[in-house]
């Protein structure tokens, strides 16, 4: 493997979004209140779960954990972003890119991997809903969270370790508005054909594998659903599941946009990141409360306990 010898990258200079010099404080005034709305949004549904004991179920014990998810995947990019567009230093260190990475990586594969077993939860619950409890127990509940930010940070470490095992001694200068694994690997100085092959395979197979087994859980409750003789039956098992498939197509359609093409299309990808970083992460508290009743419920009860609004 070929090196140029050349000085040691400490630190890198985060160029920004693309095409967008001279309108860093109106994106700065666009982007804040996306993250403020993403934090509050998030930190809501959290205080539900926690604080209501009808919300404690399986469902709910996961849509908890998806909410502390959508938080750290905010919080790993758009702080930073949001301090340079206020004209602060566009610098970030070695140790902070990776951190920065590895973050990323780390909780966005959770959130497959979590999806994936919310799947799995409605699909106990549609398809077996006499062994639901047992099933779903407690102790099997934590032990598949807990599973899937094991995975993901295994998942995290092989990609930040090929990624940094390159030498960084050129330019340091990322064509992006924060560490990315696409945008790091060309200031490598040195072959980076398999930290690009491993990369792709990496988050392809997660990407795939936990889509197909979305999948086979969506068949099998439709199959299970359209078996129910009531309508009313029918369309409160379709109103259960239509939030989750809907965060779904959310988060899959930027993983296949950034990460799955052959030549991606750098300007699309970053609009494409942008809303992965800030839209899916406010989007999913919306999506989850404004179709369930539960979670608002529980959201008022909080609420008229604690003062905030007053008894209708």
Same mark, same amino acid.
């Given at each position: ?78 702080? =930073? ?214 979670? =608002? ?7 008229? =306990? ?7």
């Amino acid at each position: 493997m070929e090196v140029k010898n050349c000085s040691i990258v400490t630190e890198f200079i985060l160029l920004g979004i693309p095409h967008t010099e001279g309108l860093e404080m109106v994106l700065f005034v666009l982007f804040l209140p996306f993250y403020a709305c993403t934090l509050l949004g998030n930190v809501s549904i959290l205080v539900a779960v926690m604080f209501s004991a009808r919300l404690h179920t399986p469902m709910y014990f996961f849509l908890g954990n998806l909410s502390v998810f959508d938080m750290g995947f905010s919080s790993v990019t758009c702080p =930073k972003m949001l301090l340079y567009l206020m004209g602060l230093s566009r610098l970030i260190s070695y140790k902070d890119c990776v951190c920065q990475l590895f973050f990323f990586h780390f909780l966005g594969s959770i959130e497959c991997f979590l999806y994936t077993v919310m799947a799995y939860d409605r699909f106990t619950a549609i398809c077996y809903p006499l062994r639901y409890t047992v099933i779903m127990n407690p102790r099997i509940c934590v032990a598949l969270a807990v599973g899937t930010w094991l995975l993901g940070c295994i998942h995290s470490s092989i990609l930040t370790s090929l990624t940094f095992a390159l030498p960084y001694c050129g330019s340091n200068e990322v064509d992006h508005f924060f560490c990315d694994i696409p945008a790091l690997l060309p200031l490598a100085c040195a072959d980076t054909s398999f930290a690009q092959r491993v990369s792709f395979t990496n988050v392809g197979l997660i990407s795939l594998v936990c889509f197909l087994l979305i999948l086979l859980s969506y068949t099998r409750i439709t199959i299970s659903i359209l078996s129910i003789r009531t309508t009313e039956g029918r369309r409160r098992a379709f109103s259960t599941c239509s939030a989750h498939l809907i965060a779904i197509l959310c988060a899959y359609g930027p993983i296949i946009t950034v990460y799955l093409q052959p030549t991606p299309n750098p300007v699309l990808g970053t609009v494409v990141q942008i809303l992965m970083n800030l839209g899916g992460p406010m989007l999913n508290p919306l999506i989850y409360t404004l179709r369930n009743e539960e979670v =608002k419920t529980a959201l008022k009860t909080i609420l008229h =306990k604690t003062g905030h609004v007053p008894e209708s």
